[in-house]
């Protein structure tokens, strides 16, 4: 799980190289460079603090398709404003790989070039400063290493403490941007394509959030949630034995959220009706249900047989359509 590795790994010593530097790439660059190590280890501490008060879920990966189905619907509305937070900090967890080729067996979208190239992402939503909702975006590699975010976003608040999807301001992470300048032959212009791309991500993955939250708020019946240790009784001893904080004062579980049968019926549909539209598109569409009345057949052989009257071509689609809807005047579930 992407949030242990963040735990992990920011709560380690930064005053001095790592025991595998491949394991930590930007924390061996600073430290070897000599530059913005201080804002490195301010930002970490930042995350740590907000990971101690933090509520955390894990979309499993059919349960990220089915919020992925209704994202795009999501664009035209005030989504942040529309849907309570279950807590003040919030992490919310995916697999970035899986649900890529989801959003291809739904038919929501094409997978990305560089899907196998993805890890996870964790969303971060820091709500206790009365002005401002802070958002930023960790993710992983294919390998599982992380890579501290680019930039976040800070989203003002109106007079009675709600945020405003049109008030948002992108702050850039000094330590990456040192990063990046301190990488030979890497331009200004490809920094500025870097963070443009990392803004981009950061709102897809910040409307799967949000698009969990409108299902908690519903009460919708295609999801339900478990709950999973986060870090072993085993290391929970030997952190305590050993004065780590950054474990001991962690969250002890984290929310799963997968689907329902009712749910998984639902994700299937949309795979299905993917599927039909590929095959029309590809001039195989089905033929319209039609009757063949009774009649006789001859073979080459002088064989004669009778077919008897049936029904040919595809029935009609009779499968009802379901819309999950959010009502902010309900706190989430969980």
Not at 292 to 297: D, F, G, I, P, T
Not at 300 to 327: C, L, N, Y
């Amino acid at each position: 799980m992407l949030l242990k590795k963040v735990i992990t790994l920011y709560g380690q010593d930064q005053t001095k190289m790592p025991n595998d530097p491949g394991s930590d790439m930007i924390r061996a660059q600073l430290i070897h460079e000599n530059i913005a190590v201080e804002e490195m280890q301010s930002y970490r501490r930042g995350v740590l603090e907000a990971l101690s008060e933090c509520r955390p879920y894990y979309l499993d990966h059919n349960a990220a398709a089915l919020v992925n189905s209704f994202t795009d619907d999501m664009t035209d509305t005030d989504y942040i404003r529309d849907n309570k937070l279950p807590a003040d900090v919030v992490w919310v967890e995916y697999d970035a790989v899986a649900l890529s080729y989801a959003r291809e067996r739904t038919g929501i979208g094409q997978a990305d070039k560089d899907a196998d190239l993805m890890g996870h992402r964790g969303v971060l939503i820091d709500n206790r400063d009365r002005d401002v909702m802070r958002i930023q975006v960790l993710r992983s590699d294919s390998s599982g290493k992380i890579i501290d975010p680019i930039a976040s976003l800070a989203v003002s608040k109106d007079s009675k403490g709600l945020p405003m999807l049109d008030e948002v301001k992108l702050e850039l992470t000094d330590h990456m941007r040192e990063f990046y300048a301190s990488v030979p032959d890497f331009s200004a212009q490809q920094y500025r394509e870097f963070v443009i791309d990392d803004r981009d991500a950061m709102n897809g993955s910040m409307m799967m959030a949000f698009g969990m939250f409108a299902l908690m708020n519903s009460k919708s019946q295609d999801i339900n949630f478990g709950e999973s240790e986060i870090f072993s009784r085993g290391e929970q001893k030997t952190a305590r034995k050993f004065g780590k904080s950054h474990i001991t004062g962690a969250p002890k579980s984290h929310i799963t959220v997968n689907l329902t049968d009712m749910g998984k019926s639902y994700v299937a549909q949309l795979e299905e009706d993917a599927s039909d539209r590929k095959r029309v598109a590809a001039g195989h569409a089905p033929k319209v249900r039609h009757t063949v009345r009774e009649h006789e057949r001859r073979y080459k052989s002088g064989k004669v047989i009778t077919v008897k009257a049936h029904e040919r071509g595809s029935a009609p689609d009779m499968r009802p359509t379901r819309v999950t809807a959010s009502e902010p005047d309900e706190s989430p579930s969980p």
